[in-house]
């Protein structure tokens, strides 16, 4: 199941950033369909690192910052910078305290994702994702 959720990540990454220049980078990229949470290091359209991890139900959110932070400190390691940015898709949109958290935690803006195509979430983001790029091509 891993695999499947990377690459509806990786088809996420088309989508369009809420409020936020696309050019934004570097960036990372959180996806999180049912307990799998997966990370995407973007430098500017380049795919640094890619991170799928099943998250345990007692752990969850606080688990899922955890990932991050260690994700974070790759960025500055390898990238010599740190991530300008966290986008966030499939959380649901009641989680402004989580993202407000998560802004503070990192000192970074945090956004959504969005697509011409519907509202992307935890189990369709993948599917609009793909549909952006084929617009878009």
Known sequence: QCGFVTLSALSALSLKTEG????TSPAVVA???GNVLSLCLMEGKVVRMVRCVQLHESGGLEEATDLMATTFAYAEDELGARPKILRLCGLPRESDDLRQAWSDEFGLPVTGLHSRFGTPGAYNSGLYGYLESMEAS
Do not use: F, G, I, R
Request: charged share 45%; aromatic share 0%.
């Open 20 to 23: 936020e220049p696309e050019q």
């Open 31 to 33: 996806k999180l369909s």
